[in-house]
């Protein structure tokens, strides 16, 4: 595996990172309705296989931005949040009967949501 071969460089792994894995962690997060949740444990994720790659664990205690910086890897929060913004500005652009612009663009007020799981029929 190219992620684990001592001989691959570390910046080639990254590029790897970003042009196979990142894009898949990714998929459809623009449409997501994204919480801290989300995006610490996609944070927590990516972290994981970068050490992974550079063959760090937590126990050796080597700081994250040391880490990105060697592989050359963005954090996952600023794409996140720059494939949102460009997803967004596409949705803005359509013309105002399209289904996904009444969807994202239009709230409803005055509408009260239940807590918790829905109730099963």
């Not at 949740?37 to 080597?62: I, K, P």
């Not at 931005?65 to 913004?85: F, M």
Request: glycine content about 6%; charged content about 35%; proline content about 7%.
């Amino acid at each position: 595996m190219v992620e684990v071969d001592k001989r691959v460089p570390q910046k080639l792994k990254g590029k790897f990172y970003r042009t196979a894995i990142r894009p898949a962690m990714l998929y459809g997060a623009e449409c997501w309705p994204t919480k801290r949740r989300h995006v610490q444990q996609l944070s927590v994720a990516e972290m994981r296989m970068l050490r992974w790659f550079c063959g760090h664990t937590r126990r050796d205690r080597v700081r994250n931005e040391v880490i990105r910086d060697r592989v050359g890897v963005a954090p996952i929060e600023e794409k996140l949040t720059q494939h949102r913004l460009r997803w967004f500005g596409h949705v803005q652009r359509r013309p105002p009967e399209a289904p996904v612009r009444n969807g994202v663009l239009e709230r409803v007020d005055n509408v009260k949501r239940g807590r918790g799981r829905p109730k099963l029929t």
